[in-house]
T-cell receptor, first 115, second 109 residues
Framework: NAGVTQTPKFQVLKTGQSMTLQCAQDMNHEYMSWYRQDPGMGLRLIHYSVGAGITDQGEVPNGYNVSRSTTEDFPLRLLSAAPSQTSVYFC??????????????FGEGSRLTVL | GQNIDQPTEMTATEGAIVQINCTYQTSGFNGLFWYQQHAGEAPTFLSYNVLDGLEEKGRFSSFLSRSKGYSYLLLKELQMKDSASYLCAVVDSNYQLIWGAGTKLIIKP
């Protein structure tokens, strides 16, 4: 059972570079989301999707883009990396289209450093 | 604003019992989650409470009081593998998750 798969696990970028974090799930989940986790803070929602073709902004969307062309995939794009985007990024999915329906399944995380 | 409060760090002894508290002030309430996160790993689901009372699941129990905006996670018969961060998260009226910063639990032999 693959669950939620994120790549890459580690990445170092220079300021101004762009990159895409990949996320795929094989559980046919409607809800997918991207979080960032920083020391001393709770997980913060970047973007989320309640189904293919539907995306919406979370708490901290600036500097990030997403798309949801299929149920399985939900890539996160950093348009022009900044040191403030140094963080650990988690992709997560949920069976329903809202969070009242049970647990989130997380990917293993992507540790991004922007120099 | 919305806020979740948890102690930053707790220490307990192997074999003992520990209670991790979580208080919340959110715009509406549609449930509360507890997740476990080992260092360098992803969070994993422990429990979900939407009604008042105690939910027991093996060595772990979770309690909720909606009127007090309060929950706790109770871990019994502590094992070294329980050393981890424990995250409290509340589903608000817009069905978004509000996360606490987590409680780092250190287990000593």
């Amino acid at each position: 059972n693959a669950g939620v798969t994120q790549t890459p696990k580690f990445q170092v970028l220079k300021t101004g570079q762009s990159m895409t974090l990949q996320c795929a799930q094989d559980m046919n989940h409607e809800y997918m989301s991207w979080y960032r986790q920083d020391p001393g803070m709770g997980l913060r929602l970047i973007h989320y999707s309640v189904g293919a073709g539907i995306t919406d902004q979370g708490e901290v969307p600036n500097g990030y883009n997403v798309s949801r062309s299929t149920t399985e995939d939900f890539p996160l794009r950093l348009l022009s990396a900044a040191p403030s985007q140094t963080s650990v990024y988690f992709c997560a999915s949920n069976q329903g289209d809202n969070l009242n329906t049970g647990e989130l399944f997380f990917g293993e995380g992507s540790r991004l450093t922007v120099l | 604003g919305q806020n979740i409060d948890q102690p930053t760090e707790m220490t307990a002894t192997e074999g003992a019992i520990v209670q991790i508290n979580c208080t919340y002030q959110t715009s509406g309430f549609n449930g509360l989650f507890w997740y476990q996160q080992h260092a360098g790993e992803a969070p994993t689901f422990l429990s979900y409470n939407v009604l008042d009372g105690l939910e027991e699941k093996g060595r772990f129990s979770s309690f909720l009081s909606r009127s007090k905006g309060y929950s706790y996670l109770l871990l019994k018969e502590l094992q070294m593998k329980d050393s981890a961060s424990y995250l409290c998260a509340v589903v608000d009226s817009n069905y978004q998750l509000i996360w606490g910063a987590g409680t780092k639990l250190i287990i000593k032999p």
